[in-house]
């Protein structure tokens, strides 16, 4: 059974057709790209994912259960985390806080914990730090742990979104062009990333990314969109020799 199981997915926005029975599905373990010309449908189609939106016509499935039905909360505690386009971090926070803040759910305390810092508030806040420590670890992130998220480099903010995203231990993890904005050195990095956190923690992704070199290295399928409609679906080889890729997203080159 695979783990995402998406079936003629369409959504229109004002009458445009943003997707138009979109299907595929991603097995347990995948990397799965989505690529696709600027206004394919690709970052829809995680919001629908994520419940950001509401499709208009089919299903979506994960562990074989309708996320239709679902908020975008309870999609989050089904195991799906997503990192955006745009940097979603607090910037006058340091790379630990920011890691933190995504453990919050699982850290809870009551108001009236919080409001007399009694010994349960802080409990759970030396165990949230504790796990973040952790995590920027993993993410080899530690020599910037205690620095503001406003002084790193574009890249290493980007790094510390993915890893806010692995602070919710995602089965399934959506990344919105990881390597957006990025230098070839910085791209790899995002790369070997993403591969290890499949090939060590067993994670599936399912990521946009226009840089190619990112998509066809670390992808094991690809599926590639063209205003709104899937126009093929293959691995990096076969994407690469696809004729309705070449004309509407690679290239004549």
Not at 60 to 88: K, M, P, W
Not at 98 to 109: D, E, F, H, P, W
Request: net charge neutral; aromatic share 4%; hydrophobic share 45%.
């Amino acid at each position: 059974m695979p783990l995402v199981e998406i079936a003629n997915l369409s959504l229109s926005f004002a009458g445009l057709r943003a997707l138009s029975n979109v299907s595929f599905a991603v097995e347990t373990g995948e990397i799965i790209g989505l690529i696709g010309p600027n206004g394919a449908g690709k970052s829809t189609l995680l919001n629908c994912i994520s419940r950001i939106y509401m499709p208009d016509h089919g299903t979506i499935r994960f562990q074989d259960r309708d996320l239709n039905s679902r908020t975008a909360s309870e999609v989050a505690a089904e195991g799906i985390r997503r990192t955006f386009q745009n940097l979603e971090l607090f910037r006058e926070a340091t790379v630990r806080e920011n890691v933190a803040l995504g453990l919050i759910y699982r850290y809870r305390t009551s108001l009236l914990a919080e409001l007399f810092a009694l010994p349960s508030a802080r409990d759970n806040q030396r165990g949230a730090l504790k796990e973040a420590d952790q995590i920027v670890a993993e993410m080899g992130l530690s020599e910037w742990a205690n620095v503001l998220v406003a002084e790193l480099p574009y890249g290493s903010q980007k790094l510390v979104e993915l890893a806010r995203a692995m602070a919710g231990h995602p089965k399934l993890l959506l990344l919105d062009e990881p390597a957006a904005g990025m230098n070839r050195e910085e791209s790899r990095r995002v790369a070997e990333t993403v591969r290890r956190l499949r090939d060590h923690k067993g994670i599936t992704v399912l990521l946009i990314e226009h840089d190619m070199r990112v998509v066809m290295t670390v992808c094991d399928r690809i599926v590639v969109l063209d205003h709104g409609e899937k126009i093929a679906e293959g691995t990096p080889a076969e994407i690469r020799r696809s004729p309705a890729v070449v004309k509407a997203y690679l290239g004549d080159a």
